[in-house]
């Protein structure tokens, strides 16, 4: 059975870090492409960032670019996003979803995606 399940969130002061993960069985990752999504309180699903299926190809959207960081352990099956210089407006769940394929590239184009986690929980406040 295909799952993915993310852990790592928390309470974090601003200007502090995190460093979710992304436990994937059922598929193997050299098969997919990995995203990871927000959705703040009162907001849409926001994609922040990808890691493709090669591992090779990597994008961060503009809200979180030059502070966060998407790595992949093939032995452990698992993708994380170390996320630094937290920010009150960080608030949000957290969720990574899978893409078939997406060798050569990968997008935050969130219907690209077929298996999603159930998220966690990240809340950035003093």
């Known amino acids: 059975q295909l799952q993915l399940v993310e852990s790592g969130g928390g309470l974090v002061q601003p200007g502090g870090s995190l460093r979710l993960s992304c436990a994937a069985t059922g598929l193997t990752l050299h098969y997919y492409a990995i995203g990871w999504f927000r959705q703040a309180p009162g907001k849409g699903r926001e994609g922040i960032s990808c890691i493709s299926s090669s591992g090779n190809i990597t994008n961060y959207e503009a809200s979180v670019k030059g502070r966060s960081s998407i790595s992949r352990e093939i032995a452990k099956n698992t993708v994380y996003l170390e996320l630094n210089s937290l920010k009150p407006e960080d608030t949000a769940i957290y969720y990574c979803?899978?893409?078939?394929?997406?060798?050569?590239?990968?997008?935050?184009?969130?219907?690209?995606?077929?298996?999603w986690g159930q998220g966690t929980q990240v809340t950035v406040s003093a």
């Open positions: 979803a899978a893409e078939t394929g997406a060798y050569y590239y990968c997008s935050t184009y969130e219907g690209a995606f077929q298996y």
